[in-house]
C-alpha cells in the first residue's frame, strides 16, 4: 500500500485515537481531529487522498462534503464512513454518493476492513488516472498534429513539440535540435532539464561533433531508446541525469531536419505502442519544417523581440505600468485580445483597466468604462487567485469556464484559448492579465507563457517599486499625522480629550471604521470606556455584557500575536502548541476579512497594561498585516505616554501643591538660589525675618549681599561643597549640622542663622541649591548667658585652685618644714590633678568664648617649620617613655606665613597629644608640613596653603564616627576608655582656632590602621 494522507473524524477521541494508531502502522499519513468543524476546514485546505468519517451523515455533513467534493482538492478525494452497513438501505446509499460518500464501512475498529477498503479506492483512482492519461495523450496527439500544420514558424513547430513531450511525459531532460544539413548550422536548439540542473559548458553541446555526423549520416536513424554508448557517454559528460534515454528523428522523405531525445523521469518507459505514435508525430513536425523552410524561408532560433522589456517599465504610475505591459504581451503573442483587470482582494472588487483587441494599440476602456464586477461570478479568476498561478484555458475542452466570455471586451469575440497570469506585489494579488486567442489550435506555447511571465514578472518589479513610493507616502503622511497630534497634545487638554483625539486620528489616518478605546482607571481596578467610533455602544455594551467585561480580556489568551498586538479569530482560537492553527493563520493573512474578528492593540507602559484599542472593519476589507498593526502601534504608544505622563503630572502638581503650601507655613526660612547664588524663590517668614515687605524684593539678589563680611567666607565654603561632586568625610557636616551664617536685615541688624543646604536638581542636573535657614537669636541670647554663667564659674573655681596648687607646692618643696617621701608622693599627685582640673577649666573657659563669640586670635608673622621643630622636641621626650618612633617631614619651600603662633601650636598639641594617646609602643608618628599650590577655579588665580598634619598607626576611627570627631563633647569609642577619657573638647576647639585662620581641619583614618589629623591654613601677602 502505498503512503496516503489521510483524515481521520471522530466525535470520540478514544476511538480516534486506537483508530489513528493501527492505521499509522500501515505506513498511512494520518491527520486526526474529534471537532467537527475543525475537521471540516482542515479538509477544505489539506491534500487529502481520503477522508474516514465516523459520525452519522446527516444533512449538513452531507452537503459539506458535496462542497468538499466540488472543489479542485475534493475531486480525488474518497470519503469513507462509518456506520452500520446492515442498517444502510439502498436508497441511502444512493443519496450519500449523491453528496459524494464513496463507501461504506460498519465497524469502526475492523481496521482490516477499512484498509481493504483505501486499497480498494486506491487502485480504482490509478486505473482511471491511466486511461485518463491515455485518452488525454491520443486527444492532444491529434490537436498538436493539427496546431503543427497550422504553424508558421520553425521556432512555433519546435515549442509545439517540446510542449507536448512536456505535458506527456515526466522527464529529466529533453533536447530539440534543428539543423540544415548542408552547412551544419542549428535552426533551432533547446535543451531543458526537469530540475534544472547544472549543466557543465553548455556551449560545448552545440560544438559536439555528434551532431554533424548524424544530420550528414547517409542511413535513415532508429525511433526508440539510444543504444549508442559514445552519445550515452556524452549526455553523462555534459551533466544530464537518465535512466534511459529515447530518440525520435525529424525525418521527412530524405535526410533528417532534426532530432528530439528524451529522458523520462526515474522509472517511467515510453511502450512500443507509444513510440510508433510519437514516430508519426514527429514525422509530421519534419515535413512542417520542411514546408516552412521552403515557403517561408529560414527563421533561425526563433528570433523574438530582442529588447530587455525591464527598461520599459521605469514609469512612476501604475497606470503607464499596466498599459505598457498590454501593449508589450500584444506585440509579442499577437493574440486577438489582451486584457488587464485590476483586483481588490478585500472587497474582491474587479476592475476592468485595460483592453487592445487585435492589432490596435488603442485601449477600449479610455472612453467607455465598464461597470465594477464581482469575483464570484467569474469562478476561473477565483481559482487563478486560489492557486495564484497562471491557467491555460481552452473552452473547447473545458465548457465549465464559460464565464471568461462574459468579461468586457470579450461580448463580440470567440474566444477559445485563454492564458491567464495574476500580476502581485509583496504575495498580494493586484490584478490579471487575460490573453486569448480565437482559433482553438493556436495553443499558446511554453517558450509564449515564459516570455508572457518574464514580461509580467518585470512589470510586478516596477509595480512593487510603485507601491513601496506609495507606502513611503502613505507612511510619511501617518507619520505627519502622528507628529501632529503630538504638538496638539498639551498638558492643557484633559486625559480625556487627548485619547478622543487619538482614537479620530487612528480612525481617519489608518483607514480603520470601528475604534474603540477602554483605559484602566487611576486606581488599577477597572476599565472604562473612552471613546466608541463607527459601532453602536448599545452593540458595544451587549458584548461587555456578553464577556463580563471588556471583550479584550478573556478573548487575548485565544487571540494570535501579531506584531506586539492581538488577532482575535473568531473561528480558529489560538493555542501555543497547536501548529496547525498556527499555519492556518498565518495562510489567512491577507484574506477577506470577517467581522467578527477583532484586532487588540495593547496600551502598555514599562509592561503594565494601561489600555486596550479595539479595531474592527478595516477599509480595504483584509486581515492585516504587520507593517498595518505597527502602524497602529505608535498610536497606542502614545496613549501610554499620555497617560503616564498625565498620572505623573498630576502627582507633581500635587506633591508640588503640598510642598508649596508647608513653604508658605512654615516658621523657618526657605531660600532657592541658581548657580551663581542669585535668588529665586524665598519664602514669606524669610523675608517676614529680615524685615523685607514681600518676598519678591529679595529676587535676583545673590545670597552672599546678604551676608556680613566675617561670615562670607563660610557660605562660599559651604556652597562649592553642596554645588561639587564629590566631598570629604569632615565636610559632611555641613550637610548634617548645617553652617552659622550672619545675615544683614533690611534695617541693617546682623542676624544670626543655622543655615541647612541641600542640591537643587533638574532634569538629573544640578542647578542650584536650596537652603533652610533657622533664626538664631534666642538661642544666642541662651549661650551668652550660658557663657557668663560659665566665665563666672570657672574664674570662682580658677582662685581656689590656685591657692590650693600654691600651698601644695608650698608643702611639697617642704618650705614649711620636712616631709616623708610617701607625703611627698601624694603631693605630687594632687598637684597633678589641680593641674588636670585647671587644664580642664581653661578649655571650658575657651569653649565658653567660642560660643558667646568674645573668642579671638591674634596672628604675626611666624614660621611653621620653626614652631614645629620645637613641639617635636618637646614630644621626643614623650613618645622615647612610651617607646614610640617620632617623625618629622617639613617642606623647606614653606614660606614665613601670619598666624597666631599660641593658638596654632594649642591645635599641634592637641594632635601629637591624642596621637601619643592612641598609638600603641613600637608605634610610629609622623609630623609633615606641606606647601600646597592649587588653581581656584573661580578667579583662575593659583593659591598656597600650609598644610599641617600629624600620621599615627594607632587604633583608628571607623567611618561612622570620622563626621562627629570635631563636635563639642563628642568620642569616639576608642576615647571612652577610661585610662584614655578627655572631656572632648580639644579637637572642637582645635577647628574653631583654624576656622578664624580662614582654614579648613580635615581627618583620614582606617580602624586598626590608624589615623591622620590636618589643617591648611592660606597663605597672604605679608604686608610691611
Known amino acids: 500500500m502505498t503512503s496516503s494522507k489521510i483524515l481521520l473524524y471522530h466525535n470520540d477521541s478514544e476511538v480516534l485515537k486506537r483508530l489513528s494508531q493501527a492505521l499509522g502502522n500501515f505506513g498511512l499519513s494520518i491527520i486526526s481531529s474529534s471537532d467537527k468543524e475543525y475537521a471540516l476546514e482542515l479538509a477544505m485546505h489539506e491534500n487529502l487522498e481520503f477522508i474516514i468519517w465516523g459520525e452519522e451523515l446527516n444533512l449538513e455533513i452531507k452537503k459539506a462534503l458535496r462542497d468538499l467534493k466540488r472543489t479542485k482538492n475534493g475531486e480525488q478525494v474518497s470519503i469513507i464512513a462509518i456506520g452500520d452497513t446492515a442498517k444502510i438501505k439502498l436508497y441511502d446509499r444512493i443519496e450519500a454518493q449523491h453528496y459524494g460518500v464513496d463507501d461504506f464501512v460498519s465497524q469502526v475498529d475492523d481496521v482490516t476492513e477499512i484498509q481493504s477498503r483505501i486499497t480498494m479506492h486506491q487502485k480504482y483512482h490509478?486505473?482511471?488516472?491511466?486511461?485518463?492519461?491515455?485518452?488525454?495523450?491520443?486527444?492532444?496527439?491529434?490537436?498538436?498534429?493539427?496546431?503543427?500544420?497550422?504553424?508558421?514558424?520553425?521556432?512555433?513547430?519546435?515549442?509545439?513539440?517540446?510542449?507536448?513531450?512536456?505535458?506527456?511525459?515526466?522527464?529529466?531532460?529533453?533536447?530539440?535540435?534543428?539543423?540544415?544539413?548542408?552547412?551544419?548550422?542549428?535552426?533551432?536548439?533547446?535543451?531543458?532539464?526537469?530540475?534544472?540542473?547544472?549543466?557543465?559548458?553548455?556551449?560545448?553541446?552545440?560544438?559536439?561533433?555528434y551532431w554533424k555526423e548524424f544530420f550528414r549520416a547517409s542511413n535513415d536513424p532508429e525511433f526508440g531508446e539510444v543504444t549508442d554508448q559514445r552519445l550515452l557517454k556524452s549526455f553523462q559528460k555534459w551533466g544530464l541525469s537518465f535512466d534511459k534515454v529515447y530518440q525520435f528523428p525529424l525525418l521527412p522523405r530524405g535526410r533528417p531536419v532534426g532530432i528530439f531525445f528524451l529522458a523520462p523521469a526515474e522509472g517511467a518507459e515510453i511502450t512500443p505502442s507509444e513510440i510508433s505514435m510519437l514516430e508519426a508525430l514527429t514525422r509530421s513536425a519534419a515535413q512542417r519544417l520542411v514546408e516552412i523552410k521552403r515557403i517561408y524561408s529560414l527563421e533561425r532560433d526563433g528570433t523574438k523581440i530582442s529588447q530587455e522589456a525591464g527598461n520599459y517599465f521605469e514609469k512612476p504610475s501604475e497606470e503607464e505600468i499596466v498599459e505598457l505591459l498590454c501593449k508589450l504581451i500584444q506585440g509579442n503573442l499577437h493574440p486577438d485580445i489582451c486584457l488587464y483587470i485590476n483586483y481588490h482582494e478585500g472587497f474582491k472588487f474587479l476592475y476592468p483597466k485595460h483592453c487592445l483587441i487585435g492589432e490596435?494599440?488603442?485601449?477600449?476602456?479610455?472612453?467607455?468604462?465598464?461597470?465594477?464586477?464581482?469575483?464570484?461570478?467569474?469562478?476561473?479568476?477565483?481559482?487563478?487567485?486560489?492557486?495564484?498561478?497562471?491557467?491555460?484555458?481552452?473552452?473547447t475542452k473545458d465548457k465549465s469556464e464559460t464565464d471568461l466570455k462574459n468579461l468586457p471586451g470579450l461580448e463580440d469575440l470567440e474566444i477559445n484559448n485563454f492564458l491567464i497570469i495574476n500580476t502581485s506585489v509583496s504575495q498580494t494579488i493586484q490584478g490579471f492579465l487575460v490573453i486569448g486567442r480565437k482559433n482553438y489550435l493556436e495553443k499558446f506555447s511554453r517558450g509564449e507563457i515564459i516570455e508572457s511571465e518574464k514580461l509580467v514578472r518585470q512589470a510586478e518589479e516596477a509595480l512593487e517599486e510603485d507601491q513601496i513610493l506609495k507606502t513611503a507616502k502613505l507612511t510619511i503622511k501617518q507619520l505627519e499625522r502622528i507628529f501632529e497630534l503630538g504638538s496638539e497634545l498639551t498638558l492643557n487638554l484633559s486625559l480625556d480629550k487627548v485619547l478622543k483625539k487619538i482614537c479620530t486620528a487612528n480612525r481617519r489616518t489608518l483607514a480603520w471604521n470601528v475604534v474603540v478605546m477602554d483605559v484602566l482607571d487611576q486606581y488599577g481596578e477597572a476599565y472604562g470606556n473612552?471613546?466608541?467610533?463607527?459601532?453602536?455602544?448599545?452593540?458595544?455594551?451587549?458584548?461587555?455584557?456578553?464577556?463580563?467585561?471588556?471583550?479584550?480580556?478573556?478573548?487575548?489568551?485565544?487571540?494570535?500575536?501579531?506584531?506586539?498586538?492581538?488577532?482575535?479569530?473568531?473561528?480558529?482560537?489560538?493555542?501555543?502548541?497547536?501548529?496547525?492553527?498556527?499555519?492556518?493563520?498565518?495562510?489567512?493573512?491577507?484574506?477577506?476579512?470577517?467581522?467578527?474578528?477583532?484586532?487588540?492593540?495593547?496600551?502598555?507602559?514599562?509592561?503594565?497594561?494601561?489600555?486596550?484599542?479595539?479595531?474592527?472593519?478595516?477599509?480595504?476589507?483584509?486581515?492585516?498585516?504587520?507593517?498595518?498593526?505597527?502602524?497602529?502601534?505608535?498610536?497606542?504608544?502614545?496613549?501610554?505616554?499620555?497617560?503616564?505622563?498625565?498620572?505623573?503630572?498630576?502627582?507633581?502638581?500635587s506633591s508640588e501643591l503640598k510642598y508649596r503650601i508647608l513653604a508658605e507655613t512654615m516658621t523657618m526660612g526657605l531660600v532657592t538660589c541658581d548657580l551663581e547664588e542669585?535668588?529665586?524663590?524665598?519664602?514669606?517668614?524669610?523675608?517676614?525675618?529680615?524685615?523685607?515687605?514681600?518676598?519678591?524684593?529679595?529676587?535676583?539678589?545673590?545670597?552672599?549681599?546678604?551676608?556680613?563680611?566675617?561670615?562670607?567666607?563660610?557660605?562660599?565654603?559651604?556652597?562649592?561643597?553642596?554645588?561639587?561632586?564629590?566631598?570629604?568625610?569632615?565636610?559632611?557636616?555641613?550637610?548634617?549640622?548645617?553652617?552659622?551664617?550672619?545675615?544683614?536685615?533690611?534695617?541693617?541688624?546682623?542676624?544670626?542663622?543655622?543655615?541647612?543646604?541641600?542640591?537643587?536638581?533638574?532634569?538629573?542636573k544640578k542647578v542650584g541649591f536650596f537652603g533652610?535657614?533657622?533664626?538664631?537669636?534666642?538661642?544666642?541670647?541662651?549661650?551668652?548667658?550660658?557663657?557668663?554663667f560659665n566665665s563666672m564659674i570657672v574664674h570662682d573655681l580658677r582662685s581656689p585652685l590656685n591657692i590650693i596648687q600654691g600651698y601644695v607646692d608650698i608643702v611639697r618643696t617642704e618650705v614649711v618644714g620636712p616631709i616623708s617621701g610617701e607625703q611627698a608622693e601624694l603631693l605630687t599627685i594632687a598637684k597633678e590633678n589641680v593641674f588636670k582640673v585647671l587644664k580642664l577649666i581653661d578649655n571650658f573657659l575657651i569653649a565658653s568664648k567660642l560660643e558667646a563669640g568674645h573668642f579671638q586670635i591674634d596672628p604675626s608673622i611666624n614660621s611653621m617649620n620653626g614652631l614645629i621643630?620645637?613641639?617635636?622636641?618637646?614630644?621626643?621626650?614623650?613618645?622615647?617613655?612610651?617607646?614610640?618612633?617620632?617623625?618629622?617631614?617639613?617642606?623647606?619651600?614653606?614660606?614665613?606665613?601670619?598666624?597666631?603662633?599660641?593658638?596654632?601650636?594649642?591645635?599641634?598639641?592637641?594632635?601629637?597629644?591624642?596621637?601619643?594617646?592612641?598609638?600603641?609602643?613600637?608605634?610610629?608618628?609622623?609630623?609633615?608640613?606641606?606647601?600646597?599650590?592649587?588653581?581656584?577655579?573661580?578667579?583662575?588665580?593659583t593659591e598656597m596653603r600650609a598644610e599641617v598634619s600629624v600620621t599615627d598607626t594607632g587604633v583608628g576611627i571607623s567611618e561612622k564616627e570620622l563626621g562627629k570627631v570635631f563636635n563639642k563633647y563628642e568620642q569616639t569609642e576608642a576615647g571612652k576608655d577610661a585610662s584614655l577619657k578627655g572631656t572632648g573638647l580639644g579637637l572642637a576647639i582645635c577647628r574653631e582656632i583654624v576656622d578664624l585662620h580662614e582654614g579648613d581641619v580635615w581627618v583620614k583614618s582606617k580602624l586598626e590602621k590608624g589615623s591622620t589629623f590636618g589643617f591648611l591654613i592660606p597663605i597672604k601677602a605679608i604686608t610691611l
Request: hydrophobic share 35%; proline share 5%; charged share 30%.
Open 772 to 788: 533652610v535657614l533657622s533664626d538664631l537669636r534666642n538661642q544666642k541670647k541662651i549661650e551668652r548667658l550660658k557663657a557668663d
Open 869 to 941: 621643630d620645637t613641639i617635636w622636641d618637646h614630644y621626643q621626650v614623650l613618645a622615647n617613655e612610651k617607646k614610640i618612633k617620632l617623625n618629622k617631614s617639613l617642606d623647606e619651600n614653606l614660606p614665613l606665613i601670619s598666624f597666631d603662633k599660641f593658638r596654632i601650636e594649642q591645635v599641634v598639641r592637641n594632635f601629637m597629644s591624642n596621637a601619643l594617646k592612641f598609638t600603641p609602643p613600637e608605634g610610629t608618628i609622623t609630623l609633615t608640613t606641606k606647601l600646597i599650590r592649587k588653581e581656584n577655579p573661580e578667579s583662575k588665580e
Open 678 to 764: 542669585n535668588i529665586i524663590y524665598v519664602n514669606q517668614s524669610l523675608a517676614t525675618m529680615l524685615r523685607y515687605n514681600s518676598p519678591e524684593e529679595m529676587l535676583n539678589v545673590k545670597l552672599s549681599d546678604l551676608i556680613n563680611t566675617a561670615t562670607k567666607s563660610k557660605l562660599s565654603k559651604a556652597v562649592k561643597h553642596i554645588l561639587k561632586e564629590t566631598s570629604d568625610v569632615a565636610d559632611k557636616e555641613i550637610d548634617t549640622q548645617g553652617v552659622e551664617l550672619e545675615f544683614v536685615a533690611g534695617d541693617g541688624e546682623e542676624i544670626p542663622f543655622m543655615v541647612y543646604m541641600s542640591p537643587f536638581y533638574q532634569l538629573n
Open 126 to 209: 490509478r486505473l482511471i488516472r491511466f486511461n485518463e492519461l491515455q485518452a488525454q495523450r491520443f486527444k492532444n496527439l491529434s490537436e498538436v498534429t493539427l496546431s503543427l500544420m497550422l504553424a508558421r514558424g520553425i521556432s512555433k513547430v519546435c515549442e509545439i513539440l517540446s510542449d507536448f513531450f512536456l505535458s506527456s511525459y515526466p522527464q529529466n531532460f529533453q533536447i530539440l535540435a534543428v539543423a540544415t544539413a548542408k552547412d551544419g548550422r542549428f535552426d533551432y536548439f533547446n535543451l531543458s532539464t526537469a530540475h534544472e540542473e547544472k549543466i557543465s559548458h553548455p556551449d560545448d553541446i552545440k560544438q559536439n561533433p
Open 360 to 395: 490596435d494599440l488603442v485601449n477600449l476602456f479610455e472612453k467607455d468604462k465598464p461597470p465594477v464586477l464581482m469575483l464570484k461570478d467569474f469562478p476561473t479568476l477565483a481559482t487563478v487567485t486560489r492557486e495564484k498561478k497562471f491557467l491555460i484555458s481552452d473552452l
Open 530 to 653: 473612552v471613546q466608541i467610533l463607527g459601532l453602536e455602544p448599545s452593540a458595544y455594551q451587549a458584548l461587555t455584557d456578553k464577556n463580563q467585561g471588556p471583550p479584550f480580556l478573556k478573548r487575548m489568551e485565544h487571540s494570535f500575536p501579531i506584531s506586539s498586538s492581538y488577532f482575535y479569530d473568531h473561528k480558529n482560537k489560538y493555542s501555543p502548541d497547536d501548529v496547525a492553527k498556527k499555519h492556518i493563520f498565518e495562510t489567512m493573512i491577507g484574506s477577506e476579512w470577517s467581522d467578527e474578528d477583532w484586532i487588540y492593540v495593547p496600551i502598555r507602559s514599562r509592561g503594565k497594561l494601561l489600555g486596550m484599542i479595539s479595531l474592527n472593519d478595516p477599509v480595504e476589507r483584509k486581515r492585516p498585516r504587520e507593517d498595518r498593526i505597527r502602524s497602529v502601534e505608535y498610536f497606542a504608544n502614545q496613549a501610554a505616554v499620555f497617560i503616564e505622563n498625565y498620572e505623573l503630572i498630576e502627582t507633581i502638581k
